[in-house]
């Protein structure tokens, strides 16, 4: 581990689960002489990995969020996710990938780091997709954190994404995306299905559907923050309030102009859209105090 002269430590910390490593970073503050608080950070949909950056884009919003929360002496465990980062398994296959390992890899991250004594308290923060994650890893007993996180099943959100895009296969398209919702195998005989919905993913695709965001969160018993960005053009608002409406116990804070990469935009659409290629940019200042606070609550 090597001393970084901004106030924290980093390092490089894995566990296997089944055979499968899962790399991430652990961001400490310096000096930290007793326990201390630790958030563990589950990244977003698709290939994001533990800073936040992906495919067409470079934000390092989850390594700003790290260096942030340890100025106030919280510490952060970032981790690429099983598939994506350096935690690819060569040997795995698309067809063999299920929703419910990510549960699982979360699960076994919470549980280590719950054993040691370096941290006080274990909090869990899930982005976008990584909130659905959250929710079902996290038990009662651990606080968690929605961060831009979907208020509706992955099928529904496909079907509002596409919308008004498809022309005459529209209809066809939603009723496919519904069959593998429902378990069912489809033949993906347009390019938008194989896309979407090739042979190999739709395991994948149904093991994700089955999962209400609303219905999980409602379910929760613990501590729970939902938190939102007024300008997220990906996961609008309507998202967190569905959330809340489904648990209203829960703690819920819009952020203005705070978008989905968790930078605060004072421009429009244009200005957004540019902010995801530019790491520079600071990290909003009120999801911080945000997140500090729920945890020394």
Known sequence: MGALAH???ESIDSLVVDNQAIIGTLTMPAHADKAIPLVIII????????????????????????????????????????????????????????????VKDAQAIIEKYKKDKRFSEVT??????????????CDTKTPCISLAGAGINAAEILKKQLKGQLGE???TVFKKIDSVRNGETVVA??????QLLRPSVQSYMHSWMVYDPAKEIKKFKGKFLIINGTKD???????ATKLHDANNKASLLLIDNMNHILTE??????????????PE?????????????FIVQ
């Open 265 to 278: 935009i004072e421009g429009g659409t244009d200005d957004n859209i540019a902010s995801y290629n530019k």
């Open 189 to 194: 005989d347009n390019p938008v299905l194989m």
């Open 43 to 102: 990244a977003g949909s698709g290939p994001t990995d533990r800073d936040c950056n992906g495919q067409g884009f470079r934000s390092d919003a989850y390594k700003k969020v790290a260096a942030s929360l340890a100025m106030k002496r919280i510490a952060c465990y970032r981790y690429d996710k099983r598939g994506v980062g350096k935690s690819v398994n060569q040997s795995m296959r698309e067809e063999e990938f299920r929703f419910d390992m990510m």
């Open 7 to 9: 106030g924290f430590d």
């Open 233 to 239: 053009l990906q996961v609008p608002v309507e998202h």
């Open 124 to 137: 869990v923060l899930g982005h976008s997709e990584g909130s659905l994650v959250a929710m079902l890893a």
């Open 169 to 171: 296969m529209e209809e």
């Open 281 to 293: 940019l600071p990290i909003s200042t009120k999801l911080i105090d945000a997140i500090s606070s």
